[in-house]
């Protein structure tokens, strides 16, 4: 096993009704003057944005707002947010709503604290030196922002969709009603459940040697999240599934299931985060569209974990050797996607990328060349462009012609 720092300090108020303790958990924070910021229509037609008001007036807590955020948040509302809360003196935000929004918060923070453009951290440029404290009301189970110390934001303009993490953005607290994910529509659901797993199989994906605790806990994780997403997708409002799902998500992205590893491997969440920077795409679905092309690509490099996933997580049989169970594992999750009407290559995401899309794809995963992706195997550029071209298609026997031949760039 490897050294590690394990570090999770956001106080967690998960159950039903918990939006109404919001004002008093503001209000122990000592600020002045708060900025709620969420995202479309569906916090306000749900009736939540007015309860949460209600429960900061009642707790005397001054507070301005600021909605829009969209899935993959934009670098322009951002901007917009750091302008705002530099104007009207804000020194706590807010977040009602999902990843996104929680994203968003962290980002106009960083900004309202650093002084330059706050796209420099996510170009990695320079490093923050703080960030506005943040507090969430969680209404979608996905990214595990509530208790990460990441923010992903897109850069509208450049097409570029890029991440920083730094523990001055983690979330002071996170309200946790599962109720509140009641109403998302089945592909929203599914997505976040794909997200969810990914966050786990990121890090269980790795080159070390592993704990054992920390392997049985990433496994059983994915297994409760397949198991409850199946039941969702015929039962949404199914309480106790909704909750096994929301606790997975936290958990699967505090840091818990990489205790003992290297870090994991990450590649998938740099091939999306180009996907969704270009065509916009749902995160979880696009990391769908991608996994089976980046794991028959690597699986020679670590069999033995692929193999282990397959028989552990996926309950596939072994197979004559490591490398034949390890694609069993493989088709396995991908018809697990299918099940719950997610895709399993990039077509599937309702895009087309051209030839040299998937050149520019390669380039800015690469970020043009200057860096490997992965851990399991380091890809170039020319990995990273094969196995673009890879997923863009599935073929229902799981075949792939010449994985591991990329053609260069």
């Not at 944005?49 to 707790?59: G, P, Q, V, Y």
């Not at 009603?177 to 929203?188: F, I, V």
């Not at 990914?198 to 392997?215: G, I, K, S, V, W």
């Not at 096994?244 to 699967?252: D, L, R």
């Amino acid at each position: 096993m490897e050294n590690f720092n394990y570090y999770a300090p956001t106080q967690v108020i998960f159950g039903r009704r918990t939006e109404e303790q919001t004002g008093e958990l503001v209000r122990a924070q000592g600020c002045q003057r708060v900025l709620v910021h969420y995202g479309s229509g569906s916090v306000k037609k749900s009736g939540l944005l007015d309860r949460i008001f209600r429960s900061l007036d009642e707790a005397g807590v001054s507070y301005i707002c600021l909605g829009g955020v969209v899935p993959n948040p934009r670098l322009s509302l951002v901007y917009e947010g750091i302008n705002l809360c530099k104007r009207e003196g804000v020194d706590f935000i807010l977040a009602v709503g999902g990843g996104s929004v929680i994203d968003s918060a962290k980002a106009i923070g960083y900004g309202v604290t650093n002084e330059g453009d706050v796209w420099d951290f996510y170009e990695k440029k320079r490093q923050a030196s703080g960030c506005l404290p943040v507090g969430v009301v969680l209404t979608i189970s996905a990214a595990g922002s509530e208790m990460s110390d990441s923010s992903v934001i897109t850069n509208e303009n450049r097409c570029l969709k890029r991440g920083y993490s730094s523990n001055y953005a983690r979330a002071r607290f996170a309200v946790m009603n599962p109720e509140l994910t009641m109403t998302l529509p089945k592909y929203q659901t599914a997505s976040g459940c794909v997200d969810i797993m990914m966050h786990t199989m990121e890090r269980y994906f790795n080159q070390c040697e592993n704990m054992e605790l920390t392997d049985g806990i990433s496994e059983h994780l994915i297994r409760t999240v397949m198991k409850n997403a199946r039941i969702l997708m015929d039962e949404p409002d199914n309480y106790e599934a909704r909750a096994e799902v929301m606790w997975a998500g936290s958990i699967s992205h505090n840091g818990l299931t990489g205790c003992g590893t290297d870090g994991g491997d990450w590649a998938c969440h740099q091939l999306e985060h180009e996907l969704g920077g270009m065509f916009d795409v749902a995160h979880g679905a696009g990391l769908a569209a991608v996994w089976g092309s980046w794991a028959r690509y690597v699986m020679d490099a670590r069999p033995e974990r692929f193999a282990g996933f397959a028989v552990n997580v996926m309950g596939v049989e072994a197979g004559k050797n490591e490398m034949e169970t390890a694609i069993k594992g493989v088709e396995a999750m991908e018809a697990f996607y299918k099940a719950l009407e997610m895709p399993v290559c990039i077509r599937d995401l309702g895009i087309d990328p051209a030839e040299k899309e998937l050149r520019e794809l390669a380039e800015k995963c690469s970020h043009f060349r200057r860096r490997t992706v992965g851990c399991v195997k380091k890809l170039d550029v020319n990995d990273i462009y094969q196995i673009y071209k890879n997923a863009l298609t599935y073929e229902e026997n799981g075949d792939q012609k010449d994985p591991h031949r990329p053609e260069k760039v």
